[in-house]
């Protein structure tokens, strides 16, 4: 039996050295192990911090066996794309060991290692056994030809793959991509399609400043690439399973892509809801698929655009300011669907606004693009 809050405690301990324990993690891993050293990044500077967040976030539900396993499953799906191997696992387990000792020193007792042992023997075992599981499912990743790629603005660009085998996704989940340039760098992107029967994905992607995969995605790719996608993740943005209510939506930047997403579902099965969008971006030329969407209001009579600019003039089409200040002194939404993405400011001052409004929280569906869409072996 594992003593929870001793795990607990020696955790905090080891913790407490910051920066000091991945390092000594990854330098004995990769010292005793180098075959390991293939599955991740090139510059290890951003990994450092995803070990004590996995680590952290296990430790800290180990009594929570609800929460815990749903997690390390989900971490066993993600890591098949780094080629991680039932045969891995033992080397990390030994590592991970070795770097609690270290930093424990005469803390480190024989009851304490053997509490350790045993909680990352379930971690390994849960975490491959979802691998293995679907791995009878799905591939670890899809291999998706780059069909095109239209440069919509001076840091933004509109990708079309189409994997070679179907992606099943739903929208508002996200996917992974790695390009061929970034090799072992995956970043989330949201389809910004509704699945199609030609299995196509559009993505939106904007380039992050000095990012390392965004300006790979709009600078470097061309139709005829490959790009690699890793599996769905994540479901706070999607439609819920409830009686269909009228839908706002609220974006930022190319936060509207999943969110153009779930509207085309709506219109695949059309339930009655009215949708309106509130898209804000910096500057005119940031709204960068307006056309498309007034396309689609077009042919959808009850699919509503409002879109606004955080500078430069109003127009007759287009609002100044922010679109949770618009759509909230337009309406009150408060029978609604919300769904809100975009940078985390924008959807942290959107969810506040809402809530102050007497928004129910159950009604608000979000997702930050944090510019941490970055997917590293843990
Ligand atoms: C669920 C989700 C969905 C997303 N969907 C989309 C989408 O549809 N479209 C889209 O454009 N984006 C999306 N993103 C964001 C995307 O995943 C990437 O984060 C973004 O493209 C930046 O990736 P990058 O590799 O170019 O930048 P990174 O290399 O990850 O860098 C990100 C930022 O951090 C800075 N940085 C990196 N390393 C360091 C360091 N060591 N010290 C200090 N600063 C550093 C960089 O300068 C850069 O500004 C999504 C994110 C999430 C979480």
Redo the contacts with the bound molecule.
Sequence with gaps: MVDAARLKWSWGEVAGYGDQVPLFFYSTLFLEHPETREMFPISM??QRDRLVTALGRIVSDVDNVDELVPFLQQLGRDHRKFAVLDGHYPAVGSALLATLEHFLGGDWTPDLAADWEAAYGIVAQVMSEAANDSAKESPAWWEAEVVAHERRTID?AVLRVAPHERLAYVPGQ?LTIEHPN?PR?W????P?NAPREDGTID???????????????VELTQPGDTLCIGPP??TGLCLPDTPPRHVLMLAG???L??LKAIAEQIAADYDGRQVYLYWGARHHRDLYDLPALRDFAGRHDWFHIVPSVAEGEQTQTVHKGNPVGIALRQARWLECDVFVCGPPGMVATSVSALAHAGVPERQIHR????????EAPA
Excluded: C, I, K, W
């Design positions: 500077a951003a933004l996200s970034r760098m970043r989330q992107y949201s910004a993505f939106h992607v904007r380039m992050a400043d000095a990012g390392q995969v965004s300006p790979a995605l993740m994540g930047g190319t936060g892509a999943p997702e930050e693009f944090n510019g941490t869409g970055e």
